[in-house]
Nanobody
Framework: QVQLVESGGGLVQAGGSLRLSCAAS????????IGWFRQAPGKERDPVAA????????SYADSVKGRFTISRDNAKNTVYLQMNSLKPEDTAVYYC??????????WGQGTQVTVSS
């Protein structure tokens, strides 16, 4: 079983930047995928970005393309989400999740990101 712990959330002004971290413990397979999701109050949980643990291929939601970058450091078992040009609508609890075969089986506890105007 893989355990995931997010960190790096906080309060930032619009146009600012934050970097979120997702530290993984336990075994990960070569085809393991880490995804970032976010959920604002009263809203559905939406995918933000994903990365293949080993191969490094990435995908992004249209709402964050060009502003957010997902990356990983395999030596540290950590996935990052670099968030630039933040907007108030990016305010949400951000979660990382992992799994294989298109199913996310492991979830972190979430970290709050608040963007003020």
């Amino acid at each position: 079983q893989v355990q995931l712990v997010e960190s790096g959330g906080g309060l930032v002004q619009a146009g600012g930047s934050l970097r979120l971290s997702c530290a993984a413990s336990g075994r990960t397979f070569s085809r393991y995928v880490i995804g970032w999701f976010r959920q604002a109050p009263g809203k559905e949980r939406d995918p933000v970005a994903a990365i293949n643990w080993s191969g490094g291929s990435t995908s992004y939601a249209d709402s964050v393309k060009g502003r957010f970058t997902i990356s990983r450091d395999n030596a540290k078992n950590t996935v990052y989400l670099q968030m630039n040009s933040l907007k108030p609508e990016d305010t949400a609890v951000y979660y990382c999740a992992g799994g294989v075969g298109g199913r996310y089986d492991n979830w972190g506890q979430g970290t709050q990101v608040t963007v003020s105007s």
